[in-house]
């Protein structure tokens, strides 16, 4: 039972972390997965990005929609294959990857908790 319960307590630092980095960035965790995978400034294709993020595509395309909607994606048709939609950062989006880069809320605390909670 002590796996579940230490499990238990990850899980809750893990979403103390989302609301409070959601709430300083107005922004999703997903959503901001998602410009962290697209701030190399690479064009992708909405398959590289469920792979990326880690999302079945229907949660993937929702999560897409909801960053095109706030300006922070471009979507383009591929050349090679017009049925390919291809996805990219707008100046809108290279924004608030900078803005979510000097967040406050800290990876390496959260990191320290659960190491913590582990041992």
Do not use: W
């Not at 307590?9 to 965790?29: G, H, M, P, R, W």
């Not at 383009?76 to 291809?86: F, G, P, T, V, Y």
């Not at 924004?95 to 967040?103: A, I, L, R, Y």
Request: net charge positive.
């Amino acid at each position: 039972m002590e796996p579940i319960c230490t499990l238990k307590e990850v899980y809750k630092e893990l979403y103390k972390f989302e609301k409070e980095f959601s709430a300083e960035n107005d922004i999703t965790i997903n959503e901001a997965m998602l410009l962290c995978c697209m701030k190399e400034g690479k064009e992708r294709s909405a398959g590289e990005i469920y792979k990326y993020i880690g999302l079945s595509a229907s949660r993937g395309s929702k999560i897409i929609t909801a960053a095109e909607k706030k300006g922070f994606l471009v979507r383009s048709i591929a050349k090679e294959d017009h049925r390919q939609m291809l996805f990219n950062l707008s100046t809108v989006g290279k924004k608030k990857v900078e803005q979510m880069q000097k967040s406050k809320v800290s990876t390496k605390q959260l990191y320290n908790v659960i190491l913590n909670l582990l041992k």
